[in-house]
């Protein structure tokens, strides 16, 4: 877990820093971004469209979970009432053939949408590393902001960029209203 | 945003290139209309190919009537910039009061309830006469054209208004009445498939088949909207002003369509089924028992849901001009194969058979729609340049 590493360390988190406002917070991403830094993160009470493409992040990985947990949902849904239909339990119903596929398919399709559903929560906390008791940054008196009127940039001490001196200088340069050191 | 986005001038009108089409596509139809006439391969052939061939066109004419009606229901904004065409598609319907006579003149050879003597010996048909008579087919003919032509130059001339005007009420305007405009729609839509399509086979009966040919009419709109602002672009028009970001929306919506279209026709399949019972029951069979309709059914089933399904699932598909290209006009396609094997078994129920005459009625139907088309293009610009929405468009961005 990153967290390990941290505290082997010198026992720092990294920097947080505020910013007053979506755009200040959006430039200085991208400035974040170009400068090369790979272990970092914002935080803002609310969604900001294109602040993914200022950071720099990828395209997530969730549509790849839901894809797969969907498809595995509905084959195993229409295997399930296969079995329970012609091998556990076979009853003939209204004189069809036991595996009479086209009945099972509003259930196998049933079972696809809550494997789909499933994998994207799943997905999502998975990629985001949730559920965890705590976290660094709450650490940090000033983070609690975030849930109402601030907004944030963290840069994490394990980045092969980070420098205890020159990154909060580098953040105070891109606009950042007040930085801060995290303990780890 | 803060900064206005400014539209150039050329971007905006028909590229010169396109001027001559009308003309082409007009020649085109009308020659292809007359040899589908003269080839004498007897009338019914030619009322079951013209019919497929109407239907083909008028679903994607009141795909149009659709979207525009569904922009304005749904206050949207991203689509904006495409609805202009979507616009002028709509703007064909009244065309098709004058392409149904061929259907009104071939209706003994399509609908046999207009026999008199078969609903004679038919307790059935007899039961049915209220409604399966001819009076009151043309009735309720005239009644859903008055609604469609009313419908689409309402909303095309406000549309055209607004572009002098730049007036933001008839946006609000336009917002209440295309309620009572899709209720219109939903049923007139639902009564000619019944009256044109469902009672080639008037025993037979099903309350989905309306919305089984709505799903397949907006799968045709937005493949067809795909193709045409794409043609538009490489002509050097639009841009700067359609982006990916907007083909990504029609893409998505065409994949929407496209399961919706699915689940429509497995709900029409599979109540049938279970209920087993023979009254119902044939008219699936006379798609499944002879071989050569078999696998028209099947092609079916598999060239428009599955393929279409997995192909279009990925984001870069709808992102890459040659992918979403063939996507649109597969569906094109797929969608004449749907009408195709809607009213064909009907004419050819002992096997697939298909006739010169199923090609040049749906080209011929086709040209006379498309030179309609090209030159109500000609008359306006290819954006609706004074919207209130058109800056949130040019501004639209995938979240």
């Known amino acids: ?184 | 945003m803060e900064h206005e986005i400014s539209v150039s001038p050329e971007e905006i009108s028909l590229p010169e290139s396109w001027n001559k089409l009308p003309m082409i596509a007009g020649g085109v139809g009308l020659i292809s209309l007359i040899a589908s006439y003269m080839m004498g391969h007897g009338s019914q052939q030619f009322s079951f190919s013209y019919l497929t061939g109407f239907m083909y066109w008028l679903t994607l004419a009141l795909g149009g009537l659709f979207f525009v009606l569904l922009h304005y229901l749904a206050r949207s904004g991203w689509s904006v910039v495409v609805r202009r065409q979507a616009e002028h598609v709509m703007g064909t319907l009244p065309v098709f009061v004058l392409l149904f006579i061929p259907v009104a003149l071939g209706m003994h050879d399509l609908y046999h309830w207009t026999h008199a003597d078969a609903v004679a010996h038919d307790p059935l048909l007899q039961h049915k006469a209220p409604y399966l008579n001819e009076t009151f087919f043309f009735i309720r003919a005239a009644f859903f054209f008055a609604v469609w032509t009313m419908l689409s130059m309402y909303f095309r001339s406000q549309s055209a208004q607004q572009d002098k005007s730049g007036d933001p009420d008839i946006t609000q305007r336009l917002q209440t009445r295309s309620a009572p405009g899709m209720v219109l729609f939903a049923v007139t839509i639902m009564f000619a498939s019944f009256d044109w399509l469902m009672s080639l086979e008037p025993h037979w009966f099903s309350t989905i088949f309306g919305v089984y040919i709505f799903a397949g009419c907006v799968v045709s709109i937005f493949a067809f909207l795909i193709l045409l602002v794409l043609q538009l672009k490489g002509s050097g028009a639009l841009t700067h002003i359609v982006t990916w970001e907007h083909f990504h929306d029609l893409g998505k919506l065409l994949f929407g369509f496209v399961v919706f279209w699915a689940y429509i026709g497995f709900s029409q399949f599979m109540l049938i089924w279970y209920a087993n019972i023979p009254e119902e029951t044939f008219w699936f069979d006379m798609r499944w028992d002879d071989p050569t309709w078999r696998w028209t059914s099947i092609f079916l089933a598999a060239g428009h849901f599955v393929v279409p399904f997995f192909f279009l699932i990925t984001q870069w598909v709808k992102r890459q001009r040659l992918t979403l290209t063939l996507a649109a006009l597969w569906m094109l396609f797929m969608h004449y194969v749907d009408i195709y094997w809607l009213v064909m078994p009907t004419l050819h129920h002992e096997a697939f058979q298909l006739s010169v005459l199923d090609f040049t009625c749906w080209l011929g139907i086709g040209g006379l729609f498309l030179a309609v088309l090209f030159s109500l293009m000609q008359r306006s610009t290819l954006i609706p340049v004074k919207d209130p929405r058109l800056q949130e468009s040019l501004a639209f961005e995938n979240p």
């Open chain 1, 1 to 184: 877990m990153a967290d390990d590493k941290v505290t082997a360390g010198d026992g720092t988190f990294g920097v947080l820093a505020e910013f007053s406002s979506p755009e200040t917070l959006m430039h200085a991403c991208a400035k974040v971004r170009d400068k090369g830094f790979s272990i970092w993160d914002a935080h803002t009470p609310f969604p900001i469209h294109g602040l993914d493409k200022a950071m720099g992040l990828k395209r997530s990985w969730v549509s790849a979970f839901v894809l797969v947990m969907g498809l595995s949902g509905a084959v195993l849904g229409m295997i399930m009432q296969w079995w329970v239909a012609s091998k556990a339990y076979p009853l003939v119903i209204s004189g069809k053939p036991f595996f009479s596929w086209p009945a099972f398919i509003p259930i196998t399709f049933e079972c696809g949408v809550l494997g789909g559903a499933s994998g994207a929560v799943l997905g999502l906390l998975i990629m985001a590393r949730l559920p965890r008791h705590h976290h660094a940054l709450f650490n940090s008196e000033r983070f609690k902001k975030v849930t109402d009127d601030a907004f944030f940039i963290s840069i994490e001490a394990q980045d092969p960029q980070y420098d205890s001196a020159e990154t909060p200088r580098f953040l105070e340069e891109i606009g950042a209203t007040y930085v801060e050191p995290v303990a780890a």
